[in-house]
């Protein structure tokens, strides 16, 4: 009995340290996904970077009420799988958010983002943002419209002069 709970211990232990580690963490009810939707599902997070596991429910209670996410304990009955992304916050929502909208069996129950416990609405709002790719677009575009407007109406000006000296 004694080696069960050792090993028990250990599986809350590396729930633990993916949950301290992770930036975007997002519960997902998969039932209903059929074996190739879920290896689909499972692809395009692994391509971003985000690990996809199905951990049993009492496990991830314990590590919760350890970290003191114990709000995520009522999305924690039924099948539930995790997605957990070290690096990008967005990524995640935006995959398991596109791919639920084409299969309806998906469902989000909710998540933790940057230490938050966040309802599934909320993870739904954040996939919809521009990825990080596209937010820093957005503010490489704004800090060159100034200089842009700059370097026009300079060349307006030795335009104008040129064609006034010619």
């Given at each position: 009995?004694s080696?069960?709970?050792?090993?028990?211990?250990?599986?809350?232990?590396?729930?633990?340290a993916?949950?301290?580690?992770?930036q975007?963490?997002?519960?997902?009810?998969?039932?209903?996904?059929?074996?190739?939707?879920?290896?689909?599902?499972?692809?395009?997070?692994?391509e971003?970077?985000?690990?996809?596991?199905?951990?049993?429910?009492?496990?991830?209670?314990?590590?919760?009420?350890?970290?003191?996410?114990?709000?995520?304990?009522?999305?924690?009955?039924?099948?539930t799988?995790?997605?957990?992304?070290?690096?990008?916050?967005?990524?995640?929502?935006?995959?398991?958010?596109?791919?639920?909208?084409?299969?309806?069996?998906?469902?989000?129950?909710?998540?933790?983002?940057?230490?938050?416990?966040?309802?599934?609405e909320?993870?739904?709002?954040?996939?919809?943002?521009?990825?990080r790719?596209?937010l820093?677009?957005?503010?490489?575009?704004?800090?060159?419209?100034?200089?842009?407007?700059a370097?026009?109406?300079?060349?307006?000006?030795?335009?104008?002069?040129?064609?006034?000296?010619?």
């Amino acid at each position: 009995m004694s080696a069960k709970i050792e090993m028990k211990k250990k599986v809350v232990e590396e729930i633990v340290a993916l949950l301290q580690a992770s930036q975007a963490t997002i519960l997902t009810d998969y039932r209903g996904l059929n074996v190739s939707e879920s290896n689909e599902l499972r692809k395009q997070l692994r391509e971003a970077g985000v690990e996809y596991k199905v951990l049993k429910n009492t496990m991830t209670r314990f590590a919760t009420k350890e970290l003191e996410y114990t709000d995520l304990d009522e999305h924690l009955n039924g099948p539930t799988a995790i997605a957990f992304s070290n690096d990008d916050v967005i990524a995640p929502a935006k995959i398991i958010y596109e791919f639920a909208k084409k299969h309806d069996a998906l469902k989000i129950k909710g998540g933790v983002v940057e230490g938050r416990v966040v309802s599934a609405e909320a993870i739904n709002e954040l996939a919809k943002m521009p990825s990080r790719e596209g937010l820093l677009s957005m503010l490489l575009s704004v800090l060159q419209a100034p200089m842009r407007n700059a370097a026009l109406a300079v060349k307006a000006v030795a335009d104008k002069n040129e064609a006034e000296s010619a």
